[in-house]
């Protein structure tokens, strides 16, 4: 079974590769989106969730596939089969993502499966379809510090052969200081969040704790989820979502979406998976620059982000 859907998703992407390109971004209510996606921006605002879907949204590159995984291992009780049934993006659609026929967009995969559904987005909050909190729907965000995720995005735009090239690594981060990356600002959208978690009862997690204390980070979404599974559970979902066993097992590690999308020879969808990456890519004197930006952008806010544990 899932050896079939893995593969319907890759023949679906092999089949469709004369029309896959690097599209450019356009601008929708201000936030740059690929531009499948803002032209079919209508349809996603107006999708209307079960009130038992689980939302889980992220700045791209913030934690969401190690999240997504964790949920369904909790939801399956630790069944590491169970959670091998379909790669990641199969069995929780990424809601706005629009890609040229035959590959389904996230409404396509949603129309076909039945509540409760994990549901990834990378819109920032206040792109986010309103039915999302209408319905009272549970929602986890998980939050990446800006330097790490800045570099992760920087190697995910060089292998995503879909979104616009990154350019050189300097002019990069001057890119994301100004909010022109897929999905927009990094720094309006943690805030957007944050400002809204207490009101829409939304699960705000960091990457670095998920890194430092991985045990208490899952018992944190299970309690959340009002799940309940065993110690040894709990150790066992630890121990099958770790980096390496991420980044070798098929289901999760992005290997479903071969190029013309992602070039895993570029760069590994599982890349490093830690925190502090970012003291190999950053000069001081460019270290400096974004600091003095972030106190700018960051200063009317108190979001406990730790960019080393
Ligand atoms: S995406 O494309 O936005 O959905 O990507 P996302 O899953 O949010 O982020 C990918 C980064 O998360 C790292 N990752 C992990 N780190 C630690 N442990 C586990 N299990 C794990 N799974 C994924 C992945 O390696 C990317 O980060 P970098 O720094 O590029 O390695």
């Not at 993502?97 to 990378?122: A, F, Q, V, W, Y």
Request: glycine letters at 4%; one cysteine or more.
């Amino acid at each position: 079974m899932s050896d079939e859907k893995a593969m319907d998703y890759y023949t679906a992407i092999k089949k469709a590769e004369k029309q896959l390109h690097r599209f450019p971004l356009i601008s929708v209510r201000n936030v740059p989106l690929m531009s499948l996606i803002a032209d079919n921006f209508e349809n996603i605002w107006a999708f209307n969730p079960h009130p038992s879907d689980l939302l889980i949204a992220t700045y791209p590159k913030a934690g969401t596939t190690w999240t997504q995984e964790i949920v369904d291992l909790l939801q399956h009780n630790g069944d590491a089969e169970a959670c091998k049934r379909a790669p990641t993006p199969v069995r929780s659609p990424f809601l706005e993502i629009c890609s040229p026929k035959p590959i389904p967009s996230g409404l396509d995969l949603l129309k076909n499966m039945e509540p409760p559904r994990m549901i990834k987005t990378h819109l920032p909050f206040q792109l986010v379809p309103p039915g999302f909190w209408e319905n009272k729907c549970k929602t986890i965000y998980v939050a990446r510090n800006a330097k790490d995720n800045l570099v992760s995005y920087f190697h995910f735009d060089r292998m995503n052969q879909t979104q616009p090239e990154p350019g050189p690594w300097d002019d990069y981060i001057h890119k994301f200081m100004r909010g022109n990356t897929g999905w927009g600002s990094w720094y309006d959208h943690v805030k957007g969040y944050w400002a809204e978690r207490e009101k829409m009862n939304i699960l705000y997690l960091f990457y670095e704790d998920m890194k430092e204390n991985p045990r208490r980070e899952v018992e944190r979404i299970m309690r959340y989820l009002d799940l309940s599974v065993s110690d040894e559970v709990i150790s066992r979902i630890v121990e099958l979502t770790s980096f390496k066993n991420m980044k070798e097992n098929p289901m999760t590690n992005y290997s479903c979406v071969p190029a013309p999308v992602f070039n895993h020879e570029v760069s590994p969808f599982m890349r490093k998976g830690e925190v502090g990456d970012w003291r190999n890519h950053f000069t001081p004197e460019q270290s400096n620059i974004f600091d003095e930006d972030y106190k700018e952008k960051m200063k009317d806010v108190n979001i406990p982000f730790r960019d080393h544990i």
